[in-house]
């Protein structure tokens, strides 16, 4: 399997809940992405993250939004105190380089009750 | 800002018709634009992507677009549909090729 893995691939937690979403990106890709997928909203890009550069975080919705990258790998999103309004589809993208196309996780489908 | 407009919320054709999903892009200069596919349950699948060149490209599944800069258009086409096509599609575009402003989308239906 070397496409994108993302986990759990559906998660359910109750509002006020601290939530941590994994990407694993495909090997040797340098770039990765979050995108949150919504009825109401449709696909929404969140962060970008190349190489060593500073993140691109200019689409994450609050500050209770964060992520991570550890060793250029694998991707964590962390959601802080979560609302209702935060339940989605969030997508993990990598590509090889940052205007390479990406290819996509299954996503991890976040369930606020 | 860039934005995308896919006009059709869903579409059904008949198998083995062809198929047109229109998509116009907002954008001062020539994006890099994509179209994906998604099946229920499933992440995005890149049918196809232009960055510059010839403005016909080709894709996965029998797939073609063709970019348009008149009309600031980039539709999808495939000459027969077949019942496995029935899918969502997006049509994407991108500044720098990296962060991807999606349409809402179009939900293909393939009736036999």
């Known amino acids: 399997g070397a496409g994108v893995s993302q986990s759990p691939s559906n998660k359910v937690t109750e509002k006020g809940k601290d939530v941590e979403l994994r990407c694993d990106p495909i090997s040797g890709h340098t770039a990765l992405y979050w995108y949150r997928q919504s009825l109401g909203q449709g696909l929404e890009f969140l962060i970008y993250f190349q190489g060593n550069s500073a993140p691109d975080k200019s689409g994450l919705p609050s500050d209770r939004f964060s992520a991570e990258r550890t060793g250029g790998s694998v991707s964590t999103l962390t959601i802080q105190r979560t609302q209702q309004e935060d339940s989605a589809v969030y997508l993990c993208?990598?590509?090889?380089?940052?205007?390479?196309?990406?290819?996509f996780g299954d996503g991890t489908r976040l369930s606020i009750l | 800002a860039q934005s995308v407009t896919q006009p059709d919320i869903h579409i059904t054709v008949s198998e083995g018709a062809s198929l047109e999903l229109r998509c116009n892009y907002s954008y001062g200069a020539t994006p890099y634009l994509f179209w994906y596919v998604q099946s229920p349950g499933q992440g995005l699948q890149l049918l196809l992507k232009?960055?510059?060149?010839?403005?016909l490209v080709q894709g996965i599944k029998g797939f073609e677009a063709e970019f348009k800069r008149s009309q600031s258009s980039f539709n999808l086409r495939k000459p027969s549909v077949h019942w496995s096509d029935a899918a969502e599609y997006f049509c994407?575009?991108?500044?720098?090729?990296?962060?991807?402003?999606f349409g809402a989308g179009t939900i293909l239906r393939v009736k036999s």
């Open positions: 232009y960055f510059s060149g010839d403005t």
């Open positions: 994407a575009v991108s500044e720098y090729g990296n962060k991807l402003v």
């Open positions: 993208a990598s590509s090889l380089e940052g205007n390479q196309p990406q290819h």
